[in-house]
C-alpha cells in the first residue's frame, strides 16, 4: 500500500487502549509513534535546525478583526486560533536578510510519498504593512524537505510553495491553492536537475512532472509552515491543507480536520 499524506484510517479508540495496555504492562516500551491512526499534536512544533535569529512561531488565539472587518473574514476560518508568525528582516549578525523560522512536523510524514501530494495549501492573515514590508507577495511559505531520489548522491532538497498575493489584507484570506496558484521551487542540485529553481519557477503539475519524468519516487521528510529569509513578516496561518486533512492551529495543539 502507498504511503499517503494525510491520517490513516482505523479503529482509533481501540488503538490507543492498546497503547495504553501496553504501557501499563510494559513501562516505558510505548513510542510517540504515529501507528494509531492519529496525527500527534506534540509532533507539530518550531523545527529548531531549521531557525535562525529570533523568531516567533506560536499557537496562539485570534487574531480577530482587523478593526472594522466584520464577518468570517474577521476571524480564523477554524476554531479560534491560529499560528502567529513574526519574522525580522536584518536581525542578525549574518551580511544578509536571515532571520527564518519553520513550524512544523517531523515525525508523522516522514516517509510519504511526496506525488501522493493532491490537495495543499492555506489560509493568511496579511497585513498591509506586511505589503509595504516587502511587496504583495511578503507571504508565508510551505516547505517540505524531501528525499528526491532523482539521482544516487542527491538525498536531500527543501521544496518551497511562495504563494500569489493574498487577495485581502488585514483579513482572513479564503483557502489559498498551492496546486492552481503561487509557483514552486526546489533547492540545491534537485533544483538544477529538475528544472525548478528559484530563478525558474515551477507550477504543481510541473514540479510532479518534473519528478515522474525522471522516473524519480521522491519522499518526505518533513512538513512546515515557514517564513525568511527575506523580509521583515507579521502575521499568521491557518487551516494546513494537506490531501484529505486540514491542520487547524489552536492554542491548544494542533488537530487534524478532515476537510470537507
Known amino acids: 500500500m502507498k504511503a499517503r499524506f494525510g491520517l490513516r484510517r482505523g479503529p482509533v479508540l481501540v488503538a ?21 491512526g492519529r496525527a500527534q499534536p506534540d509532533h507539530w512544533g518550531v523545527i529548531t535546525r531549521n ?45 544578509t536578510p536571515s532571520e527564518k523560522v519553520d513550524f512544523g512536523n517531523e515525525v ?14 492555506f489560509h493568511v492573515f ?18 517540505l524537505e524531501i528525499d528526491p531520489n532523482v539521482n544516487s548522491t542527491d538525498d536531500y532538497s527543501t521544496l518551497v510553495w511562495v504563494p500569489a498575493a493574498s487577495p485581502v489584507t488585514n483579513a482572513w ?14 533547492t540545491g542540485d534537485t533544483g538544477t536537475a529538475t528544472g525548478c529553481t528559484q530563478a525558474a519557477r515551477c507550477t504543481f503539475a510541473a514540479l510532479k512532472a518534473a519528478f515522474t519524468s525522471r522516473n524519480a519516487r521522491p519522499t518526505v521528510y518533513t512538513v512546515a509552515v515557514g517564513k525568511g529569509r527575506d523580509f521583515m513578516w507579521i502575521g499568521a496561518v491557518d487551516g494546513l491543507r494537506l490531501n484529505d486533512y486540514v491542520y487547524d492551529f489552536e492554542p491548544d495543539g494542533v488537530k487534524a480536520l478532515k476537510a470537507r
Open 16 to 36: 490507543a487502549l492498546l497503547v495504553a495496555l501496553i504501557s501499563a504492562i510494559l513501562p516505558g516500551s510505548a513510542s510517540a509513534g504515529t501507528d494509531d
Open 51 to 95: 531557525t535562525i535569529g529570533s523568531p516567533v512561531a506560536a499557537l496562539r488565539n485570534g487574531p480577530y478583526g482587523s478593526f472594522g472587518v466584520a464577518g468570517t473574514s474577521a476571524r480564523p476560518p477554524y476554531g479560534r486560533g491560529s499560528l502567529g508568525i513574526e519574522v525580522a528582516d536584518d536581525s542578525t549578525v549574518l551580511p
Open 108 to 121: 508523522d510524514f516522514y516517509g510519504k510519498s511526496l506525488l501522493g501530494l493532491r490537495r495543499v495549501g
Open 126 to 143: 496579511q497585513t498591509g504593512e506586511n505589503v509595504s514590508y516587502g511587496g504583495p507577495t511578503n507571504m508565508p511559505n510551505i516547505r
Open 173 to 186: 484570506s479564503p483557502f489559498l491553492d498551492a496546486t492552481t496558484t503561487g509557483y514552486w521551487y526546489l
